[in-house]
Every structure is written in C-alpha cells, then in structure tokens.
C-alpha cells in the first residue's frame, strides 16, 4: 500500500519510508568551485538521523567534474568534451571517497552506481538496478548515483540530475523526492533578479504553474534549471511521488525541512 503524502514537507518526510534526495552541483561546490566536504558530512550526519528514525535513504549526487577540478586544478578551464569527461572521470572517484569519508563516521556504507538513460530504457537493465537498490537499502547502505557522464553519449545522456532522480525514484518505488538547489523553491521571478518575486509553497498544477512563472537560466555549475526541476516534479507526481524542492546550502537543511523550520516547495502527487 502506497504511503500517504502530506501537505507539506515536514508531513511528506515523516510519512515516508524510502526518500530519494538529490544534491546539485551548486550545492557541492563551494565559492571557488571545489568540493564542498563541509557540507557533505553535515549532510551525511542528517541522513544518518533519518536512517536511525526508520527511513531509507538513496542519493543521486552531482560534483564529478567540480570534484574533479577540485583534483586537477590544469583542466579547469578547459571546454573540449573529452576533457570535460576525463575530469568527470577523476572527479568521481574523489566524490565517492568524500561521501564514504562522511558517511564512515556514523559506520555507514555507500555504494556507487553509475547510470545512462539506456539503464532505464532496458528492461532488464532496469530490474537489475531495481534489485540492486533494493538489496543496498535493505542491508543498510546508502547507494549513491549519478550519470555515467565519462562514457554517455548525446542520445544516451539523461543529461542533468534533476530528471535522474525522478526516474530513480519511479524505479525504486520511492515515497518522496527531495530535490536540493541553490534556490530556496520555486518562485512568481527570479528572486536574484526580482525583489518581489514570491516563494510558491505548494503547486497542484504544473502546467498551470509553467503558465504563471518566469524561467531563468541554468545555474552557474549544474547542467539543470527550473525546467529541469519541473520536468522532474511532472514525471514523479505522475507516479503518485510527491517533489520537494529547496535550498540545500541552507544550514542543516534536511533536518530542518523534517522539522517544519524551513520552507521549500512542494509537488503534490497525483
């Protein structure tokens, strides 16, 4: 039997048992473009808490290239495709290291899975990666996931994490979906640009919502945006997943959307 949702997002993360939260790169990174470890075991330490409260936890995290650039300062200002794969390559294998550093400090494992849009297009690719997230959680494990950016091509790329998520989460039969930015949620304008741009609680309608709003531009280190963000709300709420969207530089932002002491928006379900 599915989980009731909630109307807001401290309702939707107690009601829930298996949740999918997604970090952005902006989120990850810090002024300068490196890693930000800081926050990764900040945020290690409240998924830790949610786990203790019962509840399963997988993570689709972005950062290879920042990671990567991190690792390897010499490339950084480098545009050319193969390049921008093989820092993703370097940088992944620094990324998980920070997150199994984070998570080690509350004896928790992690496990890397990798992914295209082929995984979720196959069939029996798609039953082996639902196993495989099934058998991590239920031992205990964090998977944490992000695309396979060192090998996808153009017609097999998801091509931002926003939508990775949200089809994690449909395969995985999640509860709720958190996605974390570097906007607080969705607003009326663009809050860097408008002072009167309104914080938008709760949508019902995504199309209505898409009607009523302006879109920017992607931000500076994601390869996502609102768009992104709202293609991912529409094909989990589809799945009866309700979508929370918020800032994750925010102090102790998980612990505090659960609490009820920071706002974000939330994607009802349908």
Same mark, same amino acid.
Request: net charge negative; proline share 1%; hydrophobic share 40%.
């Given at each position: 039997?599915?989980?009731?949702?909630?109307?807001?997002?401290?309702?939707?993360?107690h009601?829930?048992?298996?949740?999918?939260?997604?970090?952005?790169?902006n989120?990850?990174?810090?002024?300068?473009?490196?890693?930000?470890?800081?926050?990764?075991?900040e945020f290690?330490n409240?998924?830790?808490?949610?786990?203790?409260?019962?509840?399963?936890?997988?993570?689709?995290?972005?950062?290879?290239?920042?990671a990567?650039?991190?690792?390897?300062?010499?490339?950084?200002?480098?545009?050319?495709?193969?390049?921008?794969?093989?820092?993703?390559?370097?940088?992944?294998?620094?990324?998980?290291?920070?997150?199994?550093?984070?998570?080690?400090?509350?004896?928790?494992?992690?496990?890397?899975l990798?992914?295209?849009?082929?995984?979720?297009?196959d069939?029996?690719?798609t039953?082996?990666?639902?196993n495989?997230?099934?058998?991590?959680?239920?031992?205990?494990?964090v998977?944490?996931?992000?695309?396979n950016?060192?090998?996808?091509?153009a017609?097999?790329?998801? %091509?931002d994490?926003d !939508?990775?998520?949200?089809?994690? $989460?449909i395969?995985?039969?999640?509860?709720? /979906?958190? @996605?974390?930015s570097?906007?607080?949620?969705?607003?009326?304008?663009?809050?860097?640009?408008?002072?009167?741009?309104?914080?938008?609680?709760?949508?019902?309608?995504?199309?209505?919502?898409?009607?009523?709003?302006?879109i920017?531009?992607?931000?500076?280190?994601?390869?996502?945006?609102?768009t992104?963000?709202?293609?991912?709300?529409?094909?989990?709420?589809?799945?009866?997943i309700?979508?929370?969207?918020?800032? %994750?530089?925010?102090? !102790?932002?998980?612990?505090?959307? $659960?609490?009820?002491?920071?706002?974000?928006? /939330?994607? @009802?379900?349908?």
């Amino acid at each position: 039997m599915k989980t009731k949702n909630g109307t807001n997002p401290a309702e939707c993360i107690h009601n829930a048992k298996k949740i999918v939260l997604k970090i952005g790169s902006n989120t990850l990174a810090k002024k300068d473009g490196t890693i930000n470890f800081e926050f990764m075991q900040e945020f290690a330490n409240q998924c830790a808490a949610l786990m203790e409260d019962g509840k399963q936890i997988v993570i689709v995290s972005s950062g290879a290239q920042v990671a990567g650039v991190s690792t390897l300062d010499k490339w950084a200002r480098r545009k050319d495709t193969h390049y921008r794969q093989a820092l993703c390559a370097i940088g992944q294998i620094e990324l998980m290291d920070k997150w199994r550093c984070a998570f080690a400090a509350h004896d928790i494992h992690i496990g890397q899975l990798l992914l295209t849009n082929i995984d979720f297009t196959d069939d029996q690719r798609t039953l082996n990666m639902r196993n495989t997230l099934f058998t991590l959680v239920d031992e205990g494990v964090v998977p944490i996931i992000n695309e396979n950016d060192s090998v996808s091509f153009a017609e097999g790329r998801i %091509g931002d994490n926003d !939508n990775l998520s949200a089809l994690t $989460a449909i395969v995985w039969s999640a509860d709720l /979906l958190i @996605l974390f930015s570097d906007i607080d949620g969705i607003y009326t304008c663009n809050p860097k640009e408008f002072k009167d741009a309104a914080l938008i609680e709760t949508v019902k309608n995504i199309d209505e919502l898409r009607a009523s709003i302006s879109i920017g531009a992607t931000n500076d280190f994601g390869t996502g945006g609102i768009t992104t963000k709202l293609e991912a709300a529409e094909k989990v709420t589809e799945y009866g997943i309700p979508m929370v969207l918020a800032h %994750g530089g925010r102090k !102790n932002i998980l612990d505090n959307l $659960a609490k009820g002491n920071a706002k974000g928006t /939330l994607f @009802l379900a349908k």
